[in-house]
């Protein structure tokens, strides 16, 4: 079975809105896929991700010059991954990829058969995924290297999200709020809030296809929002 091109298990080619539809995922721990809601099956051919990292956990890389810590890659962007032997248990982030050319797969065996796949993804721009002790195997092909992510890790969140940008976690990389995205057209824009990083089916607190102009309140308790082919959205509150 090829890296991309299958269908995420458990995903309905719908869009949810929780109470109403069903279809996609995102969950730290657990089983689903995400994208968009239309049409979910990966299908972008293979890509090629940077070789920064060696294997996993190859720690946190400096300038030999200034001294300075870059990012911690903890494996690199293509490969398949043996869980407990080549990468740990946990929730790991990739940044910058382009075009949805980036695919990740967790799976519970390395049969490549369609019923070994527990989540799967293609990603424009940034993914979180939490890879839980049970997993078996983890493949990504053409993302940008992986680098583990501290659960108590701060930042200054942003007021803008690239429509765009992926998969965003709530209080470090966006702030909680109302936000309007404007100007979409041919439900190309998916939006997604989920409560982990799993990208299992029951990970979703909604989700829905736009055309046109869409608004969305994230939750102070919401633990990540993704935006695929959106317009970018404004902080309305």
Partial sequence: MGAKGKIALGVVVSVVVIGAV????????GSGSGGKGKDS?????????TKSGTKADAGTKKDAKAGKAEKKVAFQGDGDFQVGTDIKPGTYRTTGNTDSLCYW????????????????????GTSYVTIPAGDKLFKSSGCKDWEAVDAKATGTPAALIKGDGGMHRIGVDIAPGTYKSTGN???????????DASHALESILANNNVSGTAVVTVAAGDAYFKTTGCKDWKKTG
Wanted: charged share 35%; aromatic share 4%; glycine share 10%.
């Fill in 185 to 195: 057209t041919d439900d190309l824009c998916y939006w997604e809030r989920t409560k």
């Fill in 41 to 49: 099956a990966a299908s972008a051919e293979r890509g090629s991700g």
């Fill in 22 to 29: 069903s279809a996609n995922a995102g969950d730290d721990g």
């Fill in 105 to 124: 797969e967790r799976a519970k065996d390395a049969s490549g058969e369609m019923d070994s796949i527990l989540a799967n993804d293609n990603v424009s």
